[in-house]
Nanobody, 116 residues
Framework: QVQLAESGGGLVQSGGSLRLSCAAF????????MSWYRQTPGKERDLVAT????????NIADSVKGRFSISRDEANNRLYLQMNNLKVEDTAVYYC?????????WGRGTQVTVAS
């Protein structure tokens, strides 16, 4: 059974950093692309970053390019999102995602709040 569990969110001052972690269970970590999305109330869930199954390629949204990076720990089946120079507009619930065999799986999300 595919399970994703995010952690690492919290309250941070503008300009600060956070690292989000996603523990992944129930699928081959090295096969399927994994992503981070974020969502604010009343808006659609937006893609933030994607890491291919091979781990060789990443795709970062323009809004966070140069500040956020995505990586993984294959030994521990964890996906990370390193967020630097955080801005107030980065405030959102962040979700871990894996697209496996055409189906999207999601974690419950972790809240990131950036204070000015």
């Amino acid at each position: 059974q595919v399970q994703l569990a995010e952690s690492g969110g919290g309250l941070v001052q503008s300009g600060g950093s956070l690292r989000l972690s996603c523990a992944a269970f129930g699928f081959n970590f090295r096969v399927w692309p994994m992503s981070w999305y974020r969502q604010t109330p009343g808006k659609e869930r937006d893609l933030v970053a994607t890491l291919t199954g091979s781990g060789r390629n990443t795709n970062i949204a323009d809004s966070v390019k140069g500040r956020f990076s995505i990586s993984r720990d294959e030994a521990n089946n964890r996906l990370y999102l390193q967020m630097n120079n955080l801005k107030v507009e980065d405030t959102a619930v962040y979700y871990c995602n894996v697209r496996r065999k055409g189906y999207d799986y999601w974690g419950r999300g972790t809240q990131v709040t950036v204070a000015s």
